[in-house]
């Protein structure tokens, strides 16, 4: 029997999807220029059991597998290989459970962040985890890529809240991962070894997620600059302040003017970078770290400073951020970066963008969740210009050197995908390197999980 035949009895009919044009919206994600191809088939699993089901009659075939959420992923991580079954999860999109006493919540991997945000929030409870995609972007895709966001300066990465999983491994066996409790330490941490392997390792079918008590009020700090350089060196000053704000958000004067063209925001900032940063600490001691990090802004080379007091403004500012990259996705295609370096060397890192920019002739704009040393400079070029597109390809690679060389990494939350993989073989160690294609061929020992991707 053929796989086709084989799925088709084996689930249920609207399951399989086959229409070219739809099987076409599954090619690739957001990563430009990453390289895909077409699938034989999508399937749109509803339980864990149907997951399962595929991933069984994959291995009979020997048919890669890739797995995708809502595909707004930055690295090429979902793209579909020639011939591959995509299973798209975004349909698994119940919230099980939100427990308010042991302050957990179990949901399906196609959740959307906000919507997971927003149901904890009914219960008094929050999720930290908080990429500017949240709007968009699946739960399962940011476990997948072990997500950041704009609060994971003070409150981490997805990794910090991951608690346990259900999972089909490389073997066609459905398990779970990890623990409900407060503390467990019962073998090797196999749960956080999924998150972050972008569906090498196995496909996350239900996760467990630690939640927090609601975020106390955030009082907000602006800082118009002249220069990027001058607003690197503010956060490098907040953080040698000893500050821990619990955002700290940079972005230029391309960004905000393409939010505001396309969304009629109404922003008239007239600076060329602004930094937005927050602190949410409750009381006196929270004004006093807004009005310290209003000083570090000031003493950086702000040529305007203030700690807000229009909580419309502040809140449209960083909504502003959200919408930054596609805002200037509508003006030709970015190259997303993802580099993340030593906060002291913030500064450096920015001038170095700037100059690589001049240096290839190219323009980049610049977002970044500053306050953790995680840049996302924006490479944009013409559409349908082959120079433009080279040279934006080498600017980018020399920007993963520079980070490398200042003791940085090539992602900081985006993931490896297909863009970053020679950028990961400069930065581990090839011992570390075949400790990592150990796992895989352990967890994954036919290699049908997302092959291609990451160090494969």
Known sequence: ????????????????????????????????????????????????????????????????????????????????????VVIALD????????????????????????????ACAEHGLWYPPDPASSPWSTIGGNVATNAGGLCCVKYGVTRDYVLGMQVVTGTGDLVRLGHKTAKGVAGYDLAGL??????????????TVKLRPLQDPQRTVAGYFDSIVDAGRAVSAVAAAGLTPSALELIDRQCLVAVDAWKNMGLSVDANVVLLGRVDTPGLIGDQEAEKMHACFSEAGATWAAVSTDAEEADALFAARRLAYPAMERLGPVLTEDVCV???????????????????????????????????????????????????????????????ELGGTVTGEHGVGLLKKDGLVQELDPVVLNMHRAVKAALDPQGILNPGKVFS
């Open 1 to 84: 029997m053929s796989l086709l035949d084989l799925l088709r009895t084996s689930l249920p009919a609207d399951r399989v999807v086959l229409d070219p044009d739809i099987v076409a919206t599954y090619h690739h994600d957001e990563a430009e220029w990453a390289p895909y191809g077409a699938p034989l088939v999508v399937v749109r699993p509803r339980t864990a059991d149907e997951v399962q089901t595929v991933v069984r009659a994959c291995l009979a075939h020997e048919t890669p597998v890739v797995t995708r959420g809502a595909g707004t992923g930055l690295s090429g991580g979902a793209n579909a290989t020639a011939g591959c």
């Open 91 to 118: 349909g698994m999109n119940a919230i099980v459970e939100i427990d308010q006493l042991e302050r957990y919540a179990v949901v399906q991997p196609g959740v959307i962040n906000d919507d997971l945000r927003a």
């Open 194 to 207: 999924m998150v972050g392997s972008e569906g090498t390792l196995g496909i996350i079918t239900e996760i």
């Open 342 to 404: 030593p906060k002291k060397h913030v500064p450096e890192m920015l001038s170095r963008i700037e100059q690589i920019g001049i240096e290839f002739g190219t323009t980049i704009a610049n977002i970044a969740h500053a306050g953790d040393g995680n840049l996302h400079p924006l490479l944009i070029t013409p559409r349908d210009d082959d120079e433009a597109r080279r040279r934006a390809q080498a600017a980018f690679a020399t920007i993963i050197d520079a980070a490398l």
